[in-house]
DNA sequence: CTCGCGAGTGAAACATGTTTCACTTTCTGC
DNA sequence: GCAGAAAGTGAAACATGTTTCACTCGCGAG
């Protein structure tokens, strides 16, 4: 539909996967995708802005992919670790873009947070759509089963956890193999208990 | 002893607490702390470490606020959730302050990293001296007991969660009163189970 | 068809993070 | 006390995000 936008959006990813945040020059970006640089400032109203949306039409691109494809697994546990393996292999497939995103995410610039917002709950469908094993919430899921206290909770949970081991991967404190083992460990605590966390005594 | 280097950092936390990431300008940061441009560059790399330096000795000075006055609580539970209401308050006394934080470590800029990572290793030390119910992790604790695995991995959760959770107040998703009740439902699914976490039926 | 308007344009201006460099001051080992 | 080194200085230059503004163009209403 809005041909110009999704050019844009285009341009900055490639820009952003080519050399991160730094290299997202809004001049180029603004020259690559034809437009002027008003033009730019007149649908993204920032940097942040751009990157915070062109994450969210990546998670758009998710959303239908896991409608037809389903996460697998026995187990509530098993079908959210595999979501979350999904993602981040997604974000790992483009890590200098994933850098740029996080960075943009976690700025906290007012003119993002719509797009944050709306990000955040998008995966929130789909981490609840894992736990269930459906494909997506549908209309009729949401209205005649939404999700309970405790989807809710253990979504948010499992969602932050991930988020705040990309930023630790992404600000240099672990590496790409320590990001899932984190989110696995996690899902481990979450969906067990710290007991059945490991071999140990309890704490 | 490093007389200047304390007082470009008063100086850092001065101007972002008044108007946040955008207001510390390091022309104005380098002025006001009486140096010139050039040796507040030679100190702090870019304006990101400069925040998380700031923000690190912050951290120095709650670790010894915790040794004299360590998280009360009947239980590792109420211990962690004490520990993390101390340092949420600590956020929010300077919001503004809070988040050019937040934003300079979730950048990922490879200057701030080795900050990120000593600050993260501080608040993990005094996690599971929360745990342990000591007020720090004396040399003795850590080599006649070091942390054990479950230890390590409840603290990296329940780090992961509070962080996460500030990033979302910081992008709009929630506001402060959410930060707690998020961090204490974590704490009560991380400890208890999701089984205990609420009245409804599991998942 | 013509008018008026809103979107787009191009260029310039501005603000601020970062770098550079020649010069000066301060410290350190002898 | 001195020579050389290290640290600090001041000013200018640069790069880039963001704003502004006068101008143009295409299009729908009348």
């Known amino acids: 539909m809005d041909d110009r936008r999704d050019k844009i959006l285009d341009v900055a990813v490639e820009l952003a996967e080519e050399g991160g945040f730094d290299n997202v020059r809004q001049r180029d970006v603004a020259a690559m995708a034809g437009v002027a640089l008003g033009t730019l400032y007149k649908s993204f109203r920032s940097k942040e802005q751009l990157l915070c949306a062109a994450m969210e039409r990546e998670a758009e691109l998710l959303e239908r992919r896991m409608e037809t494809n389903p996460a697998k697994g026995e187990s509530p546990e098993e079908r959210v670790v595999a979501f979350l393996r999904i993602l981040t292999r997604g974000f790992f497939r483009k890590p200098k873009f994933a ?84 989110v696995e460990a996690a899902a481990t605590i979450v969906f067990r208990g710290v007991r059945g966390s490991s071999t140990g005594p309890f704490l």
Do not use: C, K
Not at 143 to 167: D, K, S
């Open 99 to 182: 850098r740029a995103v996080l960075r943009a995410m976690a700025s906290g610039v007012p003119a993002a947070a719509a797009t944050v917002i709306a990000y955040h709950g998008r995966i929130n469908g789909l981490m609840i759509a894992a736990l269930r094993g459906v494909g997506r919430l549908s209309f009729n899921d949401a209205t005649a089963a939404p999700p309970t206290a405790n989807e809710g909770a253990v979504a948010m949970l499992m969602q932050q956890i991930w988020f705040a081991a990309l930023v630790g991967w992404s600000a240099g404190v672990s590496s790409q193999a320590q990001v899932m083992e984190q």
